[in-house]
């Protein structure tokens, strides 16, 4: 993730936003909705509120425009430049614009959502089947008053609910009418109308008179886009006109003829040939839940990020049932902190510059604090097993760093991650770095791993202690060793624990109370009775069959404070005992706690 | 079946010049607009040096294969719908 440059964020967490206007291809109470989902993506995982306005300046203004629309930074017309918004801050700072020659939907076409009739303002369903005859869009059959209506489920002829469409002849938006519909012909400098107009206006915006003469009554409403209504083009929001003569051939439906990019338009007159009005005919769209959600992401102090699965990613892509990456909570929460959902931390501060103790010197770790007992968070408690008897560990003699400029926080991976006498131990190419949760003398290492347990190979798969006995398993490829302080058994074939060919690498490991380990490998794992060195009966199991919602082939596995930790590529997925997954993270900056 | 004749191109009124820019055009109002090149870069004799390192550096950004080449999905990147708030700089 990336912040703006000196971490621009708000000095206050209960922000409040106002919508200055709205676009014509959505009913407001759609977009009003789809705003309120966007800044609930930030505030559940933040402290921060939002509150929505409807007059005075909020801290967060939100407009549709199109081209240049008064901050100097102009759309492009369709496609392209979806939306931008400004870093926190005063006046303009903050601010969210929406390009208005864009289609807003949800995503996956257009969202007609009905006004009165007897369905409660449900949206239309297309296609829907009336006397007979299937439509795809919203009609005036079956009516003497040109109110394009739709029915509201599969069949009208059937269930016999319906509803209005948007339409200017219903009710306008914004305006000086309240939502009064048009009045046809109008009059407007002189001259009578008998459609909705962009005269008069620099912005685009369709709008018509709510009485018969503006010039003297100055009432009137913006016209809300129907169903059939193009996007952009020179037409935007007016209608295609069916069929229109399009290089003296006849069109009864939209067509890219005369376009290199494929894309579907049609002309608003019969005549494209005599008239050249034409537009864009509705496609997907873009999800304005989305596009709004990313564009927050900036108001509120958020860069674009480089993981293609952020929301902070610049580029658009549907997605069905969205989730912020952990990407995008690490960003957000290095801003703004946490909030009531998981618990990620801010990246720790920067450590103090200490004196590496030269290879020579026995690093002596520095306890800054009287040694705290180990925080047992709530519902941390291992629900399945009785609680181990304590054992002193053996006495380890402490490892030499070989060279201590060799960084964990470069490395992308680890080879094995475990605890090992209270200390996390990450492997890599034959060296190891420790991590104390007691002592805050933050990493030390990086450490060679066949000064402490000779014999080993460079690269190892998984390795765990036993909570009892405080030996050391190590596992590489088809084969495992177990050390009790220096002296080793092995290496053994893991076919002696009973795991069969299908396990080419044990990938990971969980202490389970009294003498278990869960074994993982590949999809599956299997659990191991220490004492006796077999895996029980009935094993090996789908690890998606307990442990769901965490990566099935994780690179490691392991056991830290109590919770279940399984990491693949930079994140890890934290699970309670009770198998719930309550934080998704990075190793580097969560575990490793890199600055 | 085979076209009968050849698509005619029309350019529509109202239809913004960014639709009919050449490749190299798109790529240079692009990193232009997306702070990968800077104003003075792009005012600076060196422009194709730096069209290639400002490539590389979108194609880091965006997760593309860093071939400093105006390629086939470098390309598609820059005419694909986007966030107008620039990728590098303010």
Redesign the interface.
């Known amino acids: 993730f990336l912040t703006f440059e000196g971490d621009l964020k708000w000095d206050h967490m209960d922000l409040t936003y106002r919508v200055m206007n709205y676009s014509p291809d959505l009913d407001r109470a759609v977009i009003d909705d789809a705003f309120k989902r966007a800044f609930k993506v930030w505030s559940d995982v933040t402290p921060l509120t939002f509150t929505q306005i409807y007059s005075g300046e909020a801290d967060i203004m939100i407009m549709f425009g199109s081209q240049e629309h008064g901050d100097g930074y102009p759309f492009d017309g369709k496609d392209g430049l979806l939306a931008h918004a400004f870093p926190p801050g005063q006046g303009i700072q903050g601010d969210a614009h929406f390009d208005d020659d864009e289609f807003w939907t949800l995503g996956t076409g257009i969202v007609v959502k009905t006004r009165y009739g007897n369905a409660n303002g449900a949206d239309c369903h297309f296609p829907f089947v009336f006397e007979g005859q299937s439509y795809s869009r919203c009609i005036t059959e079956g009516r003497t008053d040109g109110l394009p209506w739709c029915a509201t489920t599969a069949s009208y002829d059937r269930d016999k609910k319906y509803g209005f469409c948007p339409s200017e002849l219903l009710y306008t938006n914004g305006g000086n009418s309240d939502g009064s519909p048009c009045v046809f012909p109008f009059i407007f400098d002189g001259t009578s109308y008998n459609t909705c107009t962009t005269d008069g206006r620099s912005d685009g915006y369709r709008w018509c008179a709510t009485t018969a003469n503006f010039d003297h009554d100055k009432k009137y409403g913006f016209c809300p886009n129907r169903d059939t209504a193009v996007i952009g083009g020179n037409s935007q929001g007016e209608p295609c006109v069916f069929p229109f003569t399009f290089l003296g051939q006849s069109y009864s439906s939209c067509t890219s003829q005369g376009r290199q990019d494929g894309k579907l338009w049609c002309a608003t007159t019969s005549n494209y040939d005599t008239d050249k009005k034409w537009g864009f005919c509705p496609d997907q769209g873009y999800s304005i839940f989305l596009v709004a959600a990313h564009e927050f992401g900036h108001s509120l102090g958020l860069d674009h990020s480089s993981v293609r699965e952020a929301l902070m990613y610049p580029m658009y892509s549907y997605v069905q049932d969205f989730q912020l990456d952990p990407d995008d909570v690490q960003g957000i929460q290095y801003l703004y902190g946490r909030g009531s959902g998981p618990k990620p931390t801010a990246p720790a501060p920067m450590p103090t510059e200490k004196p590496q103790p030269m290879p020579t010197e026995e690093p002596q770790p520095v306890p800054t604090e009287e040694i705290q007992p180990m925080p047992t968070e709530a519902g941390s408690t291992s629900t399945t097993e009785e609680e181990e008897e304590e054992e002193t560990p053996e006495p380890t003699t402490v490892p030499i760093p070989v060279d201590p400029s060799q960084d964990a926080c470069i490395e992308k991976n680890f080879d094995a991650i475990t605890e090992i006498n209270g200390e996390l131990h990450f492997f890599k190419n034959g060296k190891y770095w420790t991590r104390s949760s007691f002592w805050k003398s933050g990493i030390q290492g990086a450490f060679s791993v066949a000064d402490t347990w000779p014999g080993l190979p460079a690269v190892i798969d998984a390795a765990f202690q036993d909570v009892l006995t405080k030996r050391v398993f190590f596992f590489a490829g088809r084969q495992f060793w177990v050390f009790s302080g220096k002296n080793v058994l092995g290496p053994r074939s893991i076919e002696k624990l009973g795991i069969g060919k299908e396990a080419s690498r044990i990938s990971g490991a969980l202490q389970r109370g009294r003498g278990k380990v869960l074994l993982f490998s590949g999809e599956n794992y299997w659990k191991l009775d220490v004492k006796v060195q077999r895996v029980d009966k009935g094993y090996p199991r789908a690890t998606d069959d307990v442990f769901t919602g965490v990566p099935l082939d994780a690179r490691n596995v392991f056991l830290y404070q109590d919770k279940y930790h399984f990491c693949q590529g930079s994140f890890y997925w934290r699970m309670t005992p009770r198998y719930q997954v309550d934080r998704v993270g990075y190793v580097k900056y969560d575990i490793l706690q890199c600055p | 079946p085979l076209q009968s004749k050849p698509?005619?191109?029309?350019t529509?009124?109202?239809?913004?010049v960014?639709?009919t820019l050449s490749d190299l055009e798109l790529a240079e109002s692009y990193l232009l607009r997306?702070g990968y090149i800077t104003e003075a870069e792009e005012r600076s004799g060196s422009k194709h040096m730096s069209l290639g390192k400002a490539l590389r550096k979108m194609q880091?950004?965006?997760?593309l294969e860093e071939t400093g080449e105006l390629d086939a999905s470098t390309l598609e990147?820059m005419?694909?719908?986007?966030?107008?708030?620039p990728?590098v700089g303010?």
């Not at chain 2, 529509?12 to 913004?16: I, R, S």
């Not at chain 2, 880091?60 to 997760?63: A, C, P, T, V």
């Not at chain 2, 005419?79 to 708030?85: F, I, K, T």
């Open positions: 698509r005619a191109v029309v529509f009124p109202g239809e913004l960014s639709s997306f880091k950004q965006l997760g990147a005419r694909a719908p986007r966030c107008g708030v990728d303010t």
